[in-house]
């Protein structure tokens, strides 16, 4: 990691956008709103945090080297739910810990090491999945009684949630065949036989949300896609009837039932800003005042207060309330600095009508400039106008940076995400060049200057960007990505296996074609632009062995690169580590967009 990066005033605001401490929103237990669990940063390292609102005691309740975060409340408020992996490899088992402080231990003797497949617990039953090469399995615990196998299958699944009073468990599975586009049953939880299926056929996806919280009340809340965008159904699973919900907004929607079942609580995102609304189920709809900017969490508390996160490329994330009176205001902040605010985004359409690409825009300056056309993961996920310490600390270094959200993926109808079905990755590069073209066009970026990188599958996007577009990149920066597909599908988990054969249409041995063509390793010769990798030695997800194999046939050209290999899994929960990494890519990007 370079020493500084910056003068001093900029030193001190970039690392400080990363130390800053952070929290997520607040989760409370069911039966006792009080008790509090959140993760944050304030230790260094992403851990677990407990809150009593009663007595304002907050405590940390994980420290482990290479972090925590997925984490929940029994409804009790009474233990701690913590998933325990190894070195951020994402393979473990669920334990148990009390709220006020103690010992951990295994929550569900007996069950499997894996990766977690989702987790309900309620008051006397827990579910809870497992993914492993074998397939899916979902146990179910009730009372103090051992967990049992409710469900297994060869092909991905998950928990969808019990029912208020634990009689029902909705799972989402593929069974089909189609991880990307589930469908849904619900079992009883006494002996998993089947009470309802769903399914709206190839190609569209229905996934379960949660069942209404009144007891007795069979009704679960589904997002569906039959009209080429993801939309909210509630179905009645006792009267196997069903309610679409028309909303009049643009966009995509996702919703969480308010504690009474009385209202919907309704996310709506449409061109790379979420807002939240209410839905009442005799068909009001209406938004809610929340503070500028692009929601994220959000849960309806008791009282009917709205509890959420909000933040802008400009601003900071805080954590606020939206209490029944329409007044709005911070609801906690932790101790310490607040993270310096960056400049904000413009937005930028280009391509024919019918593509029309959207991305973002943060300008370090105005006439072409040195640009970071910074690639999104997921696929199916999108940049939106969010805060981030990544992107503020480019245009600190004077860099424009430009966030594509191309084909694949989300808030944009289900056609665009499905778009790369089939021709993976150069279909996502066909819609970075147009918007790298269209900057170039209007003086954003300077085209002899231009840098592609990203994470996960932006990370694999950049490697296969500057194999098969070299003319275009003075350099590609690849964190934790794909960099040799037919490899990484033998070492990757399981869950993602399934959700590439459903992506490519087949497996490696059905489909040789289009996984070499959408394998970076296959243009490794033709790259030409220096190339850095940041690689995790535990990864689950885009392995260690695949990015050696790329890695070894740079090496054997004696091609331009870098490497920066940390002791972690798909990323890193350590901020130093983090800021570690950010350094590197920017001392790396200067020097190589200077020639």
């Given at each position: 990691?370079?020493e500084h990066?910056f003068?001093?005033?900029?030193?001190?605001r970039?690392?400080?956008r990363?130390?800053?401490?952070r929290m997520?929103?607040?989760?409370w237990?069911r039966?006792?709103p009080d008790r509090?669990?959140?993760?944050?940063?304030a230790?260094?390292?992403t851990?677990?945090?407990?809150?009593?609102r009663?007595t304002?005691?907050?405590?940390?309740?994980?420290d482990r080297?290479?972090g925590?975060?997925?984490?929940?409340?029994?409804?009790?408020?009474?233990?701690v739910?913590?998933?325990?992996?190894t070195?951020?490899?994402e393979?473990g088992h669920?334990v148990t810990?009390?709220f006020?402080g103690?010992d951990?231990e295994p929550a569900?003797p007996g069950?499997e090491?894996?990766?977690?497949?989702?987790?309900?617990?309620g008051?006397s039953v827990?579910?809870a999945?497992?993914?492993t090469?074998?397939?899916?399995?979902?146990?179910v615990r009730?009372?103090?009684?051992a967990?049992q196998?409710?469900y297994?299958?060869?092909?991905d699944?998950?928990?969808g949630?019990?029912?208020?009073d634990?009689?029902?468990?909705a799972?989402g599975h593929?069974?089909?065949?189609d991880?990307?586009?589930?469908?849904?049953r619900v079992?009883?939880v006494?002996?998993?036989s089947?009470?309802?299926e769903k399914?709206d056929g190839?190609?569209?996806?229905?996934t379960?949300?949660g069942?209404?919280?009144?007891?007795?009340d069979p009704?679960?809340l589904?997002l569906h896609e039959?009209?080429?965008?993801?939309?909210?159904l509630i179905?009645d699973?006792?009267?196997?009837?069903?309610t679409?919900?028309?909303?009049?907004?643009?966009?995509?929607?996702?919703?969480?039932w308010?504690?009474?079942?009385?209202?919907l609580?309704v996310w709506?995102t449409h061109?790379?800003?979420?807002?939240?609304y209410?839905?009442?189920?005799d068909?009001?709809?209406s938004?809610?005042p929340?503070?500028?900017?692009?929601?994220g969490s959000?849960?309806?508390r008791?009282?009917?207060?709205?509890?959420?996160t909000?933040s802008s490329a400009?601003e900071?994330t805080?954590v606020?309330a939206l209490?029944?009176?329409g007044t709005?205001?911070?609801l906690?902040?932790?101790?310490?600095e607040?993270a310096?605010?960056?400049?904000p985004v413009?937005?930028?359409?280009?391509?024919?009508a019918?593509?029309?690409v959207?991305?973002?825009?943060?300008?370090?300056?105005?006439g072409?400039?040195?640009?970071v056309f910074s690639l999104?993961?997921?696929?199916h996920?999108?940049d939106?106008?969010?805060f981030s310490p990544?992107?503020?600390?480019?245009?600190?270094a004077?860099?424009?940076v430009?966030e594509v959200?191309?084909?694949?993926?989300t808030g944009y109808?289900?056609?665009w995400?499905?778009?790369i079905?089939g021709r993976p990755?150069?279909?996502?590069?066909e819609?970075?060049?147009?918007?790298?073209?269209?900057?170039?066009?209007?003086g954003?970026?300077?085209?002899?200057?231009?840098?592609?990188?990203?994470?996960s599958?932006?990370?694999y996007?950049a490697l296969?960007?500057?194999?098969?577009?070299?003319e275009?990149w003075?350099?590609?920066i690849a964190g934790?990505?794909?960099?040799?597909?037919?490899?990484?599908y033998?070492?990757?988990?399981?869950q993602l296996?399934?959700f590439?054969?459903?992506?490519?249409g087949?497996?490696?041995?059905?489909?040789?074609e289009i996984w070499?063509?959408?394998?970076?390793l296959?243009?490794?010769?033709?790259v030409?632009?220096?190339v850095?990798?940041l690689?995790g030695e535990?990864d689950p997800?885009?392995?260690i062995?695949?990015?050696?194999?790329?890695?070894?046939?740079?090496a054997?050209r004696?091609?331009?690169?870098?490497v920066?290999?940390?002791d972690?899994?798909?990323g890193?929960?350590?901020?130093e580590?983090s800021?570690?990494?950010?350094?590197?890519?920017v001392?790396?990007?200067?020097?190589?967009?200077r020639g």
């Amino acid at each position: 990691m370079p020493e500084h990066l910056f003068d001093d005033e900029r030193e001190r605001r970039w690392r400080a956008r990363y130390t800053a401490p952070r929290m997520s929103r607040p989760g409370w237990a069911r039966d006792a709103p009080d008790r509090c669990l959140y993760t944050s940063n304030a230790s260094g390292t992403t851990e677990v945090y407990v809150w009593d609102r009663a007595t304002d005691l907050h405590r940390r309740v994980t420290d482990r080297p290479s972090g925590t975060y997925a984490a929940t409340l029994a409804p009790d408020g009474e233990l701690v739910w913590w998933f325990a992996d190894t070195d951020g490899d994402e393979h473990g088992h669920w334990v148990t810990e009390p709220f006020a402080g103690g010992d951990h231990e295994p929550a569900l003797p007996g069950v499997e090491d894996g990766y977690s497949a989702g987790l309900d617990v309620g008051r006397s039953v827990v579910a809870a999945g497992t993914s492993t090469d074998a397939g899916t399995r979902i146990w179910v615990r009730r009372g103090d009684g051992a967990a049992q196998v409710i469900y297994a299958n060869a092909e991905d699944a998950g928990v969808g949630g019990l029912s208020e009073d634990e009689t029902l468990l909705a799972i989402g599975h593929s069974e089909h065949g189609d991880s990307r586009h589930p469908d849904v049953r619900v079992v009883r939880v006494a002996d998993g036989s089947t009470v309802a299926e769903k399914s709206d056929g190839p190609g569209k996806a229905l996934t379960p949300l949660g069942f209404a919280p009144v007891p007795g009340d069979p009704r679960l809340l589904l997002l569906h896609e039959r009209r080429g965008r993801e939309e909210l159904l509630i179905w009645d699973v006792d009267a196997d009837t069903e309610t679409e919900i028309h909303l009049d907004l643009p966009g995509e929607v996702a919703a969480d039932w308010s504690p009474d079942a009385a209202f919907l609580l309704v996310w709506h995102t449409h061109a790379a800003r979420t807002r939240l609304y209410r839905y009442d189920l005799d068909g009001t709809l209406s938004e809610l005042p929340v503070a500028p900017g692009c929601v994220g969490s959000a849960q309806v508390r008791p009282d009917g207060t709205v509890e959420y996160t909000c933040s802008s490329a400009a601003e900071p994330t805080s954590v606020r309330a939206l209490h029944p009176d329409g007044t709005d205001r911070v609801l906690v902040a932790l101790p310490g600095e607040r993270a310096p605010g960056s400049v904000p985004v413009e937005d930028l359409w280009t391509g024919p009508a019918d593509r029309r690409v959207h991305a973002l825009v943060a300008r370090s300056g105005d006439g072409p400039r040195p640009t970071v056309f910074s690639l999104h993961g997921g696929p199916h996920a999108a940049d939106e106008d969010r805060f981030s310490p990544a992107r503020a600390t480019w245009v600190d270094a004077g860099f424009t940076v430009v966030e594509v959200n191309y084909r694949g993926s989300t808030g944009y109808g289900s056609a665009w995400r499905d778009a790369i079905e089939g021709r993976p990755g150069l279909t996502e590069l066909e819609d970075v060049a147009a918007v790298l073209d269209h900057c170039v066009a209007e003086g954003i970026a300077d085209p002899a200057r231009c840098v592609v990188e990203g994470w996960s599958w932006g990370g694999y996007l950049a490697l296969l960007a500057v194999g098969t577009q070299p003319e275009r990149w003075a350099a590609g920066i690849a964190g934790v990505p794909v960099a040799d597909y037919l490899t990484a599908y033998v070492d990757e988990m399981e869950q993602l296996r399934a959700f590439d054969r459903a992506l490519f249409g087949g497996s490696p041995e059905e489909k040789p074609e289009i996984w070499r063509a959408a394998s970076p390793l296959t243009y490794v010769d033709a790259v030409r632009a220096p190339v850095l990798v940041l690689a995790g030695e535990n990864d689950p997800r885009c392995p260690i062995r695949q990015i050696d194999n790329y890695l070894d046939a740079l090496a054997a050209r004696d091609a331009d690169y870098a490497v920066s290999r940390f002791d972690a899994g798909h990323g890193s929960l350590v901020v130093e580590q983090s800021m570690a990494h950010m350094a590197t890519e920017v001392d790396f990007a200067r020097r190589m967009a200077r020639g």
